[in-house]
């Protein structure tokens, strides 16, 4: 709970039965989430059984792709703030409180990866990938008249229900892929939905 608002917390996962547990167990730590919906999409290796070991929910989406798996965990969240993470672990759960804390003002927070200082020894943020990032994310800004973007490709990002609401109707023209993250900015920024993008920590 974040002042008096739900927080609901999305992670599509397909390889991460290593590190997904850990994911979780940091979220609920924070004291500030109150579910977390894991989407199964076609999980390799033993993803639900350490799922099972956590307070998460476990849902399932068999169309491949984090478009499909995020869209069925907005379906299914019921938080008034809904953030989605990465199931890897190179996310710090701790960062959430950043996002929560923006959250007051935007409708939106998007998380960065781009800064060389928030990005740890060992991250695969190699330097071709933090520019085609910053491209991807200046095109867009500047196509949807947006507010200051370094990095539309980071998955670690908070939208309120409000917001959720306002795009919800724009997703059938995703295909469901990986594109789905950069599609999701777009469809927020085009229905003019109050953004703001701060710098996350990226772990290796």
Known sequence: MYKGKKVSVV?????????????????????????????DNNALG???EEVAKTKARLVV???????HGLKKGFEEVTGDLIVMIDADGT?????????LAYSDEFDVVLGTRTSRVTIWSGAHMPFIVRIANLIWAKA???LYNG???????????????????K???????SRGD??????????????????IEIPVIFKE
Do not use: M
């Open 178 to 195: 990986g594109i789905f993250n950069l599609e999701l900015v777009i469809f927020l920024l085009a229905r003019k939905v109050s953004t």
């Open 11 to 39: 992670i599509s996962t397909y390889n991460e039965s290593g590190s997904i547990r850990g994911v979780i167990d940091g979220l609920y730590t924070t004291n500030f989430v109150d579910e977390v919906v894991v989407v």
């Open 140 to 142: 867009v800004e500047f």
């Open 91 to 99: 996310y710090q759960s701790k960062d959430i409180e950043k996002l």
């Open 61 to 67: 989406e068999t169309k491949q792709g984090l478009g």
């Open 167 to 173: 795009v919800k109707d724009l997703f059938p023209q």
């Open 147 to 165: 507010p200051l973007l370094t990095d539309v490709g980071c998955l670690y990002k908070l939208i309120s229900r409000n917001a959720l609401n």
């Open 46 to 48: 033993n993803t639900r």
